[in-house]
């Protein structure tokens, strides 16, 4: 069935430093959504892209829908500490109703 | 003004016990969904009703039982709780059903965290 890949699984950096992450699929994805969940609170939509190719920031954070519509990646520039959680991707479920989301990138940022 | 709201916010229980969480949103939505949430932090879909009506019902033991008393509310009640039941419950909303359009895009409560002793 459809999943979604993202990596790395985890990232340690310090606060300045620019950020990476993606989010890969076998299958074709039409949208990409990108979330973030702060420690004890429910997951916020960050950016969502809905054409391939695609290029769209959020202040320090720029999303890309791949060509291939088979990813996506996720940037942060300066990461600052409010920056530390757990980065989601998502995307429609093809034939049906539902959101399906990777198993998340956690990003911890030392000051 | 909270957006979606869900109590409560901490859950302890027993195994064996019936418990209900309950969620609002006053987004004016007409969809909402009930996801778990596990210690890895996956995030699986559990249900989802559209204007009343459920439209996903995922392999759920049927020991769960969602109700939708009107578009506005989707509460979730466990029968006979388990161990493995313990995890994080967020409700989300978004205002049309269709994933893939911007209307799908879903808010989310800030969950429930339940804890089954």
């Known amino acids: 069935g459809q999943q979604l890949n993202q990596s790395p699984q985890s990232m340690f950096i310090q606060e300045g430093e620019d950020v990476s992450m993606n989010c890969t699929s076998s299958?074709?994805?039409?949208?990409w959504l990108w979330y973030k969940q702060d420690p004890g609170e429910g997951p916020v939509l960050l950016i969502a892209?809905?054409?391939?190719?695609e290029l769209t920031s959020n202040g320090r954070l720029t999303a890309q829908f791949g060509i291939t519509r088979k990813d996506s990646f996720l940037n942060i520039s300066a990461s600052i500490p409010s920056d530390v959680g757990i980065y989601f991707c998502?995307?429609?479920?093809?034939?049906?109703?539902?959101?399906?989301f990777g198993a998340g990138t956690r990003l911890f940022v030392k000051a | 003004d909270t957006a979606v709201s869900q109590t409560p916010k901490y859950l302890v229980t027993q195994m064996g016990n019936d418990k209900s969480i309950k969620c609002e949103q006053n987004?004016?939505?007409?969809?909402m969904y009930w996801y778990k949430q596990d210690s890895k932090k996956f995030l699986k879909i559990m249900f989802s009703?559209?204007?009343?009506?459920?439209?996903i019902n995922e392999t759920v033991p049927n020991r769960f039982s969602p109700k939708s008393p009107d578009k506005a509310h989707l509460n979730l009640h466990i029968n006979s709780l388990e161990l493995g039941d313990s995890a994080v419950y967020f409700c989300?909303?978004?205002?049309?059903?269709?994933?893939?359009?911007?209307?799908?895009?879903?808010?989310f409560g800030p969950g429930t965290r339940l804890t089954v002793l």
């Open positions: 892209l809905y054409k391939a190719g």
């Open positions: 989300a909303s978004s205002q049309d059903r269709q994933p893939g359009l911007r209307a799908n895009e879903q808010f």
């Open positions: 998502a995307g429609p479920y093809t034939g049906g109703f539902k959101t399906i």
């Open positions: 299958s074709i994805f039409n949208t």
């Open positions: 009703y559209n204007n009343k009506e459920l439209i």
């Open positions: 987004l004016g939505h007409d969809t």
